[in-house]
């Protein structure tokens, strides 16, 4: 008992000593690679939410298509169906969104490299060149970004710090390799750098031409697999409507649990084809 007491007493005073303290340095923790992949994703299809309000939505659609499917069925698989669905709408709204906007990026990138090597050729200043694409005489779909820069160039912001901030408004690993070009001017001068941007639009058009080619075959593909995907249901909704005693054989434990079985075979299905339809993740060259 006094060996007990002395263990406790001993335990106190580490106790008080520990709080006496200051509190220890801890390292400063490192940012989700998943959160700064969804943030990028975000900014690319140009929509300004956070990704905890994406998150929230999506959420929000699951619920929703679970009620749905539960009022229109009643069915267990199908309610689980529904919330799958209503939560992968809100994505895939902003997938074609996304798409959409990094193609209109892409593709008026060269036009942009070109109208700024053209401008330096004429011995206009940097800071005029990118104030000129902000305005009607720049691309439509860079007309936002190019503004900023030029604002941010006016006002002071050191050159490289401002050009990083248009890169990080793209959030394109295309859009960081015009960064690397423009810091690199910054860096060296001018010499040389007509033939630097002219080398580098050539670079983004032949990669905008195999990204085209690409595009092509994988829209074939999603299309087939969305028909092969939506056309069972149709055919269970028709059976549902038409034969009675089929939908009440799928109410049963043993009809549900080949309603789960057909669900997840076509959700398999489906992710396959997708996954050999996939193009390698790009990462960024100048993720801040």
């Not at 994703?41 to 009620?67: C, D, K, M, Y």
């Not at 160039?153 to 394109?172: I, N, T």
């Not at 670079?203 to 994988?218: F, G």
């Amino acid at each position: 008992m006094l060996w007990l007491l002395f263990g406790l007493v001993g335990l106190g005073l580490w106790l008080i000593h520990d709080a006496l303290l200051p509190a220890r340095p801890r390292p400063p923790r490192a940012p989700s690679h998943t959160l700064a992949r969804l943030r990028e994703w975000l900014v690319q299809t140009g929509v300004p939410i956070a990704p905890r309000t994406f998150v929230t939505i999506s959420i929000g659609g699951a619920i929703l298509g679970g009620a749905l499917a539960h009022l229109a069925f009643g069915w267990p698989t199908l309610d689980i169906l529904g919330i799958a669905v209503g939560g992968a709408l809100y994505p895939l709204v902003l997938r074609g969104r996304h798409s959409r906007a990094r193609r209109a990026v892409l593709r008026s990138l060269p036009e942009a490299i070109d109208r700024l090597r053209d401008s330096l050729a004429s011995s206009i200043p940097i800071d005029v060149a990118l104030a000129r694409l902000g305005s009607e005489a720049g691309p439509e779909a860079l007309r936002p970004g190019f503004r900023q820069l030029g604002n941010e160039v006016a006002l002071g912001v050191p050159f490289a710090e401002s050009v990083q901030h248009w890169a990080d408004g793209l959030a394109d690993p295309t859009a960081d390799r015009a960064c690397s070009a423009l810091i690199l001017y910054d860096q060296v001068g001018p010499e040389r750098f007509a033939q630097c941007l002219a080398q580098l639009a050539g670079d983004v058009r032949s990669d905008l031409a195999l990204r085209d080619q690409v595009a092509a075959a994988r829209s074939r593909i999603f299309f087939q697999a969305r028909i092969l995907l939506v056309l069972p249901v149709v055919v269970l909704l028709g059976v549902r409507a038409s034969q009675p005693i089929a939908a009440q054989a799928f109410g049963t434990l043993s009809g549900q649990l080949v309603l789960a079985g057909g669900a997840l075979m076509l959700t398999l299905g489906y992710g396959l084809m997708v996954w050999l339809a996939r193009l390698p993740s790009e990462e960024r060259e100048l993720a801040s």
